[in-house]
Nanobody, 124 residues
Framework: QVQVVESGGGLVQPGGSLRLSCAASGSIFSINDMGWYHQAPGKERELVAHITEDGTANYVDSVKGRFTISRDNAKNTVYLQMNSLKPGDTAVYYC??????????????????WGQGTQVTVSS
């Protein structure tokens, strides 16, 4: 079994910063794409930022220039540095990872793994 666990959420004032972390654990052979999503009350979950195994990052337009996604492959961890936070960034933030596990000598399985979410609240 594999899992990812987020941490680092909390309450911050507008203009402040937070750093989210997401650590993967379990039977991991490798991790392909990793990403951060958010879901505000009454809205659907949407992609915030995405990073490939080689470090290529993409962002939704609303966070470009403010958020930075990065990963440490040795630690099986992805980060989201959030600066210049706005009240509109308030949401539950979820980590997602495409984790490859070895099933047998020559067989591998990729799992689409979600974390439980961490609340980010931007308010004065």
């Amino acid at each position: 079994q594999v899992q990812v666990v987020e941490s680092g959420g909390g309450l911050v004032q507008p203009g402040g910063s937070l750093r989210l972390s997401c650590a993967a654990s379990g039977s991991i052979f490798s991790i392909n794409d990793m990403g951060w999503y958010h879901q505000a009350p009454g809205k659907e979950r949407e992609l915030v930022a995405h990073i490939t195994e080689d470090g290529t990052a993409n962002y939704v337009d609303s966070v470009k220039g403010r958020f930075t996604i990065s990963r440490d492959n040795a630690k099986n961890t992805v980060y989201l540095q959030m600066n210049s936070l706005k009240p509109g960034d308030t949401a539950v933030y979820y980590c997602n990872a495409q984790i490859v596990s070895r099933v047998s000598t020559y067989r591998y399985r990729e799992s689409d793994v979600w974390g439980q979410g961490t609340q980010v609240t931007v308010s004065s």
